[in-house]
């Protein structure tokens, strides 16, 4: 009776999407201070554009507040060793106020091609899991961008400066 179970699996298996591997979604997410659609399309851009990945749409969807980039491709000579890559950024707004918060997934894809491993045009692109250390990386790119919160009309007291130890 196990024969013919295991019999059963390995030809549904053969068959295609009875056993395809889901992998979930890994977002990394953070909270920042506000700011305009444009300013965070254009800190969302310059990150994308540092980290390798190719810009391919003119800025967030405006229903979904989500961007994706093209493909960054990393071949390589050996089966299962060559991977692409490709980032989702989306935000929200916070419930605290003044804030939003910002999502950031990498997705990752295996190529498994054993004949042309390093033309891309025989790729066969299997789906692995994202990689949440290079969503990292992008998320403090653009933490980065935001800066410190500026107090504009603040100033200091020239008594405060002389005070002040600089060295």
């Known amino acids: 009776m196990k024969r013919l179970h295991s019999l059963l699996l390995a030809i549904l298996c053969s068959l295609g999407s009875a056993c395809t591997v889901m992998y979930p979604e890994q977002w990394t997410a953070e909270e920042i201070p506000m700011c305009s659609s444009i300013r ?8 994308m ?15 979904e507040k989500m961007t994706v ?3 960054d491709r990393d071949l390589h000579p050996f089966k299962g060793n060559g991977f692409r890559e490709r980032v989702y950024v989306r935000y ?17 894809e ?3 091609n054993l004949a042309k491993p390093l033309d891309p045009e025989y790729a066969d692109w299997v789906e692995a899991n994202d ?23 603040e100033v200091m007291d ?7 130890s600089w060295n």
């Open 131 to 153: 990689n949440p250390a290079r969503a990292k990386v992008v998320l403090q790119y653009m933490r980065s961008m935001l800066g410190q919160e500026l107090n504009i009309g």
């Open 49 to 63: 554009e540092k980290n390798g990945f190719p810009i391919v749409s003119t800025g967030f969807d405006p229903k």
């Open 92 to 108: 929200r707004r916070s419930e605290n106020a003044g804030k939003l918060v910002i999502g950031v997934r990498v997705e990752q």
């Open 110 to 112: 295996i190529n498994e």
């Open 69 to 71: 980039s093209g493909w």
């Open 40 to 47: 965070m399309w254009e800190i969302t851009r310059l990150a």
């Open 158 to 164: 020239r008594d405060e400066l002389e005070g002040e």
